[in-house]
C-alpha cells in the first residue's frame, strides 16, 4: 500500500519493544462487542489508474462552464485564474503545511496572511480585516453575531438584496443564539426603504451591494441613519472583483464588510471551498472572530509575523469565545493573495472594467430580443433579466443546447411564484464574443 | 558597505533562507503580472457609483510574484519535509493524486447552481463519499455540508437541540469533559447551552461516577471525544452512551480521532447519535496552512430528520439536491442552512480519492499502523520523558512537563529546541488536564526510520535538559528564519496590517 | 482606615468609607504572564458580588475578573487602555481596575484578609 512505509519486519520489531504480540492487543480497551471482526462492505485499496479512472468517469458526466458558453453567478463567480497561482499553492511548503502555531517555522504562511488581510482591508478600504473565513455566507451570519455583540442588541434587518443563502445561514444561528432578524421582501427592483426599518434593539442591518439581482446603490444614506439608531452597517459583497470598479463599501460608512472571495484565485469548485473575507474599523478588533497576522521582531530584533489576539479564539476562551471557529481558509487565502499580487492596481481596475463593460455589452443585446426586458438601471457583471416565461425551464432547454445561460431566480427563491420568470445572468472577463452569440441565439429559439 | 550584524552576509541572507519583503514593499505603479484585453468602450452603468481615486495595491511582474511566495513558501515547515507530530490534528501525507482529481475538467469548473440534469457525476461523487463515510462508521445519514471540524461541531449540537426541540424539551446543559478541544464548550455555548465540565479521573478518561451525578432531564447531551484527547480509548463509552440516553440526552462525538479506530470500530456501535469528521485529518485532505476543511457530520436514525439543507438524493430519475424543506424528498425538520452552497466539494473529491486508494483493507491497515507509531514512542520515550498515563494509547501519545522539573527548563523551551533538529513541536499545553502537555500524534506514514530518528533527538533533548542547560534551551531556536518572536507586543499594539510610510508618519505624530 | 481584602479569584479589595478601588493580586498577574489587554466596565454600570466585572487578556489566556462586592461603578483606570503592562509591574497599586460605591459594605466581611490569602495562595502551588 503505497502510503504506508511500515514493512511487516518493522512491525515486529516494533511490537517487541512495545512488547505486545500484535496490534490488536493495543486495542484492548475498545468494548469486544465494539470491534470489527469482518472488513467492512467496500472495495479494498486500489492504484493510482482504477481511482483516476473512476472519478474521471464521474466528471465525464458533468457539463463544466470551460466545455461550455457559461453566464451563471449568484455568490460563485467563473474567472480567468493565472497559471501561477495553482503552481505556487501546490508547493509542498504551502499545500501541507498547518496553522502557523510556531511562527519561528511558519514566516511564510503568517507574512501572507498579513498580505492578505492588508489587501482585503485595501479594496473594502476598511481599517482592519481577519486572515479569512469559510466563505461569505458564513462570514455575514458572524458579522451579525459580532454586531449583536458590540451594540448589546438583538435584532438584525437583512435587506431583501441579500443572498438567499446568506440570509438562511444567519437565520439558523438567529434561530439557535435566540436572536432576531428582519427579512423584507426580495427587493427586485433596488428600491427598499431599509433605514425605515430600524428601531431601538437594531444591532445592525445588513446589505449587499451589489445586490442578488444586480442593484448598485449608494449606502451613505443608509450608513448615516444606522449609526444614529446605534446600529452598524454591514456590507456584504459576494462579487469580490465589483470592488475594483466601485465606490468601496468604507468609503460609504461600512462598520463591518463580509464578502466572498472566490472569485480571485479560486475555481468555482462545485461550490466549494471558497474564502471568507471580513474587514471591519479599527475600534471594533477586538470583537472580529478568526484569526489575525500580527507583526512583530523577534529576538535579533529582526521583523516577523505571529497569531495575535488569539484570547478572542476558541482555543483559551473556550465557551467565552467570539465564535467557535477554528480553521480559516488558509490555501484558498493564499490562491486570492497570488492572484491579487499578480493583479495589482492596474491589472484589477482592468478586470473589473472588462467584466462590466463585457456586461453592459450583453445586457443590451438580451435588452433588444423580444419579450426580454433587463431590469437593472445599475449593474456591475450580474444583472436581472425577466423573461416571458419561467427561467428555469428556459435554462434547463439552453443547458441541452450546451449552454449554461444563467441562475432563475426561482432556484433561490423557490416560494416566490411571482419571481419565476427571473432570470440571474453574469458576464466576466472569460465570456467571449462567441459566447455572448451562442448565448443570444439559443435564447431566441428557445422562446419562440 | 556593511554587513548585517545577525547573519554577517552583506545581503542578510542566509544561504538559502533569502530574506523576503512584503509586496506592498516592491511597488510600482503600472506594473502587472496579468495581460488583460483593453475593456471596450461602454457607457457605464454603475449607478453614478464608480470608484474614485486609488486602492493601493501593489504592481508586480508574474516573476517577482512567483519569486516572493517562493520565498516565503521556504520559511514554512510542512508534511512533505518532514514528520509534524501536532496531536490530535492528524498530519498525514497528502497524496498527490487527491491534488490532480480535484482539478479535473468536469470536476473543478462546475458552478454550484447549474441545473441538476449538467452535474449529474458530481452528484453521484458526494452520494459515493456518503456512502463511504456512512459505512465507516455505521451511521445511517451524513450532513455533508459543514466546513470544517467545529462547523461540523456547530451542525451536530444544532440537530441535537432541533430534535430536543421538537420534542417540546428545552434543556439548557451540555457535558463536556475537561480534555476536550476549546471547540467544543465554544460550540455549545454559540447553540446557547451551557456547558458543564466532567473532569478526568486518574487514568486519563472521563469520570464516570462525575459523570453520573451531573445527569438529569435538562441535559441536552454529552460531547465526547474518543479516543479522547489524552490519546486514551474511553472504556465506558457503551455506559455513557446508555446513560446519557437514559436522560434523554444525545451523544455526540468528536471525531477528531478517528484515525485511531478507522476500519476497527465503528462509532454507530458505540451508540454515538451524531459525529463530525474531519476530512483534513483522517482522510488526507492537505492543511493548507490553516484550511480549507471539510467537516461531515454522521447522524444516528434519531437526529437524521433535522440535518440540516442541502443534501443529496438518489431517486429514480437519478440524483437531485433537496434544497428546500418541503421538497417530497425533505422529512420537513431540517434545522436550516449553515452555509452557502452545498460543501467542501474540492474535499470531498479528495478524500473520496484517498479512500479508494486504501480500500476498506488499507484504512484498517493504516488506523493499526498510526496506533503502533504511536505506542512505539510512547515505548521508546517513556524512561526519558514522562508519560501522563499508563499505556497503551491509541494514535497519539501524552507526556506531561514531570520529566522537566527542577531543569529551569519548560514545555515551550523543550519545544523550541526541536525545531533547530529540523522537526515541528508536537502539541503544546494541551489537554488542560495534565501540567505542561506534550501530545505527540505520529500518524501511519511514517516510516520506522523517522520515528527512530526522532526518537534520538528526544532523548538527547530530554537529557541536555536534566542536565541543566537551561541557556540552550531558552534561546532556541537559533537556526530558523526568525528567532522566538514577541507575542505580548504583538497583541498589546497591534499592527494587523501593512499602511504606507507617509501614513505611518502621520499616525505616530 | 482602609481594609484591604481579598478574594478566592485573586482579586484585591481596598475600602475607604463607602468606596473601595479593586485590581488583580500579583500571584494573578504572575500565573497570566504579560498582560496584554483589559476590558473594563462602564462608569455607571451596577455590579453584583461574584459576577464578572471586567476582563483580563495576556498572550496565553483571558481570564474573567468578577467583582468582590456589589455596588455601582465609579471610576475605571483608563491608563490600563494605553499601558496593560502596569497590571504586571504594579499590580497592588498603579494596576488598579474600578472603582465601586459599594452597596453592601458587609460584603467585605466576607472575603479573606491579607494573611488569609497568603495561605490560600500557598496551598495552591
Not at chain 1, 166 to 174: M, N
Not at chain 2, 380 to 392: M, N, T
Not at chain 2, 405 to 431: C, N, Q, W
Not at chain 3, 53 to 65: D, L, N, Q, Y
Amino acid at each position: 500500500m503505497r502510503y504506508l512505509p511500515l514493512t511487516d519486519e518493522d512491525r515486529r520489531a516494533m511490537l517487541a519493544r512495545i512488547g505486545v504480540p500484535s496490534v490488536d492487543s493495543l486495542f484492548r480497551d475498545v468494548p469486544e462487542r465494539a470491534r470489527l471482526a469482518a472488513p467492512l462492505d467496500l472495495p479494498n485499496h486500489q492504484g493510482e489508474m482504477e481511482v483516476e479512472r473512476q472519478i474521471a468517469a464521474m466528471a465525464a458526466k458533468n457539463l463544466g462552464t470551460g466545455r461550455a458558453p457559461a453566464f451563471l453567478g449568484a455568490g460563485a463567480y467563473r474567472h480567468h485564474v493565472p497559471a501561477a497561482v495553482d503552481h505556487l499553492i501546490q508547493r509542498g511548503e504551502l499545500l501541507t503545511s498547518y496553522t502557523p502555531y510556531q511562527p519561528e517555522v511558519s514566516q511564510g504562511t503568517l507574512q501572507y496572511l498579513f498580505e492578505f488581510q492588508t489587501q482585503v482591508a485595501l479594496i473594502t478600504e476598511m481599517d482592519v480585516a481577519n486572515a479569512s473565513m469559510y466563505d461569505g455566507a458564513t462570514a455575514t451570519a458572524e458579522a451579525v453575531m459580532m454586531a449583536n455583540r458590540v451594540t448589546r442588541r438583538g435584532r438584525a434587518v437583512l435587506s431583501g438584496g441579500l443572498h438567499p443563502h446568506y440570509r438562511d445561514v444567519t437565520r439558523t444561528h438567529a434561530r439557535f443564539l435566540g436572536f432576531e432578524i428582519a427579512t423584507p421582501p426580495p427587493d427586485v427592483r433596488g428600491e427598499e426603504d431599509l433605514a425605515g426599518m430600524i428601531d431601538d434593539n437594531t444591532s445592525c442591518v445588513v446589505v449587499q451591494n451589489p445586490s442578488v439581482f444586480g442593484h448598485i446603490r449608494d449606502l451613505s444614506k443608509l450608513a448615516e441613519a444606522c449609526h444614529a439608531a446605534g446600529a452598524l452597517l454591514v456590507v456584504v459583497v459576494t462579487e469580490v472583483v465589483s470592488l475594483g470598479a466601485l465606490t468601496p463599501p468604507g468609503a460609504m460608512g461600512a462598520d463591518i464588510v463580509a464578502a466572498e472571495g472566490q472569485s480571485i484565485g479560486n475555481a468555482l469548485n462545485f461550490g466549494g471551498p471558497y474564502v471568507g473575507l471580513f474587514a471591519t474599523r479599527d475600534k471594533y478588533v477586538r470583537q472580529m472572530p478568526g484569526r489575525l497576522a500580527g507583526e512583530t521582531v523577534d529576538a535579533d530584533g529582526r521583523r516577523g509575523w505571529v497569531l495575535t489576539l488569539s484570547t478572542r479564539e476558541q482555543h483559551i476562551r473556550r465557551e467565552k469565545a467570539t465564535s467557535n471557529i477554528c480553521t480559516n481558509s488558509g490555501l484558498c487565502a493564499l490562491a486570492f493573495t497570488i492572484h491579487m499580487s499578480l493583479l495589482g492596481e492596474a491589472g484589477f481596475t482592468r478586470l473589473a472594467a472588462l467584466n462590466h463593460a463585457n456586461a453592459v455589452r450583453l445586457a443590451d443585446r438580451l435588452a433588444a430580443l423580444p419579450g426580454v426586458e433587463v431590469i437593472n438601471d445599475s449593474f456591475f457583471n450580474e444583472f436581472t433579466v425577466r423573461l416571458p416565461r419561467e427561467a428555469a425551464g428556459v435554462v434547463d432547454a439552453l443547458a441541452e443546447r450546451g449552454i449554461l445561460g444563467g441562475v432563475p431566480v426561482s432556484r433561490l427563491y423557490p416560494d416566490e411564484a411571482d419571481l419565476a420568470p427571473l432570470l440571474l445572468v453574469a458576464v466576466t472577463e472569460t465570456n467571449s464574443d462567441a459566447d455572448m452569440d451562442a448565448l443570444v441565439g439559443a435564447l431566441k429559439e428557445v422562446l419562440q | 558597505m556593511n554587513t548585517d550584524p545577525i547573519t554577517g552576509t552583506f545581503s542578510g541572507n542566509r544561504g538559502l533562507q533569502i530574506e523576503e519583503p512584503l509586496i506592498f514593499e516592491q511597488d510600482r505603479p503600472g506594473r502587472t503580472g496579468v495581460d488583460l484585453p483593453e475593456p471596450p468602450d461602454v457607457q457605464d452603468r454603475l449607478g453614478g457609483l464608480k470608484r474614485q481615486g486609488p486602492i493601493g495595491l501593489p504592481g508586480l511582474s508574474e516573476p517577482q510574484v512567483v519569486r516572493h511566495f517562493t520565498r516565503l513558501s521556504q520559511k514554512n515547515y510542512a508534511i512533505d519535509m518532514g514528520l509534524y507530530p501536532l496531536g490530535s490534528c492528524t498530519m498525514k501525507h497528502n497524496p498527490r493524486l487527491n491534488e490532480k482529481l480535484a482539478r479535473l475538467p468536469g470536476l473543478a469548473d462546475l458552478h454550484p447552481l447549474q441545473p441538476m440534469s449538467t452535474v449529474q457525476g458530481a452528484l453521484e461523487l458526494i452520494d459515493a463519499l456518503a456512502h463511504w463515510l456512512k459505512t465507516l462508521t455505521g451511521m445511517p445519514a451524513v450532513a455533508m455540508s459543514p466546513a470544517a471540524g467545529a462547523h461540523g461541531e456547530l451542525c451536530g449540537v444544532m440537530a441535537i437541540r432541533a430534535a430536543l426541540e421538537d420534542r417540546g424539551e428545552s434543556r439548557k446543559r451540555i457535558l463536556v469533559p475537561e480534555s476536550a478541544h476549546g471547540t467544543n464548550p465554544a460550540t455549545a455555548a454559540a447553540c446557547g447551552y451551557t456547558v458543564d465540565p466532567i473532569p478526568a479521573n486518574e487514568r486519563g478518561r472521563v469520570d464516570l461516577a462525575v459523570f453520573k451525578e451531573k445527569l438529569g432531564d435538562d441535559v441536552a447531551g454529552i460531547m465526547l471525544t474518543n479516543p479522547n484527547t489524552c490519546g486514551l480509548f474511553e472504556n465506558d463509552v457503551l455506559e455513557i452512551a446508555e446513560a446519557i440516553h437514559a436522560v434523554g440526552g444525545y451523544f455526540y462525538a468528536d471525531g477528531a480521532n478517528f484515525n485511531a479506530i478507522v476500519g476497527r470500530v465503528r462509532p454507530g456501535d458505540l451508540g454515538v447519535d451524531c459525529m463530525h469528521i474531519n476530512l483534513h485529518k483522517t482522510f488526507s485532505t492537505p492543511h493548507g496552512g490553516g484550511g480549507p476543511g471539510s467537516g461531515p457530520v454522521v447522524l444516528s436514525e434519531a437526529l437524521a430528520p433535522y440535518a440540516p439543507l442541502p443534501y443529496v438524493v438518489h431517486g429514480p430519475d437519478g440524483f437531485r439536491l433537496v434544497e428546500r424543506d418541503d421538497d417530497p424528498a425533505a422529512t420537513g425538520k431540517a434545522f436550516g442552512r449553515l452555509k452557502g452552497f452545498h460543501g467542501q466539494m474540492g474535499m470531498f473529491i479528495r478524500a473520496l480519492a484517498y479512500m479508494m486508494s486504501h480500500g476498506a483493507d488499507g484504512l484498517r491497515q493504516a488506523s493499526s499502523d498510526a496506533v503502533l507509531n504511536a505506542n512505539y514512542l510512547l515505548a521508546s520515550l517513556k524512561d526519558d520523558l514522562s508519560p501522563a498515563f499508563e499505556g497503551p494509547c491509541m494514535h497519539e501519545v501524552l507526556f506531561d512537563d514531570d520529566f522537566l522539573k527542577d531543569t529551569g527548563v519548560s514545555t515551550l523551551d523543550f519545544a523550541k529546541a526541536m525545531i533547530d533538529e529540523g522537526f515541528h513541536p508536537m502539541t503544546m499545553y494541551f489537554p488542560l488536564v495534565v501540567h505542561g502537555a506534550l501530545l505527540m500524534e505520529p500518524t501511519e506514514t511514517e516510516s520506522k526510520e523517522s520515528l527512530d530518528g526522532f526518537i534520538e533527538v528526544l532523548k538527547g533533548l530530554a537529557r541536555r535538559a536534566k542536565a541543566k542547560d537551561t541557556a540552550f534551551f531558552h534561546g532556541a531556536p537559533r537556526l530558523t528564519p526568525r528567532r522566538r518572536l514577541d507575542e505580548t507586543t504583538a497583541a498589546r499594539k497591534p499592527v494587523l496590517r501593512w499602511r504606507p510610510p507617509e501614513s505611518q508618519e502621520q499616525a505616530a505624530e | 482606615m482602609s481594609k484591604e481584602r481579598y478574594t478566592e479569584e485573586h482579586e484585591w479589595v481596598r475600602a475607604e468609607n463607602d468606596i473601595c478601588t479593586v485590581g488583580i493580586s500579583v500571584y494573578a498577574q504572575e500565573q497570566l504572564g504579560d498582560v496584554v489587554y483589559v476590558e473594563l466596565p462602564e462608569v455607571g454600570r451596577q455590579l453584583q458580588k461574584g459576577k464578572e466585572m471586567a476582563v483580563v487578556e495576556s498572550v496565553k489566556a483571558a481570564s474573567e475578573v468578577y467583582a468582590p462586592v456589589s455596588g455601582e461603578v465609579v471610576e475605571v483606570n483608563g491608563a490600563l487602555t494605553g499601558d496593560p503592562a502596569t497590571v504586571n509591574r504594579d499590580a497592588m497599586g498603579e494596576g488598579w481596575f474600578v472603582k465601586i460605591r459599594m452597596s453592601n459594605p458587609a460584603e467585605l466581611d466576607q472575603l479573606m484578609d491579607a494573611d488569609a490569602y497568603k495561605t490560600y495562595v500557598e496551598g495552591l502551588s
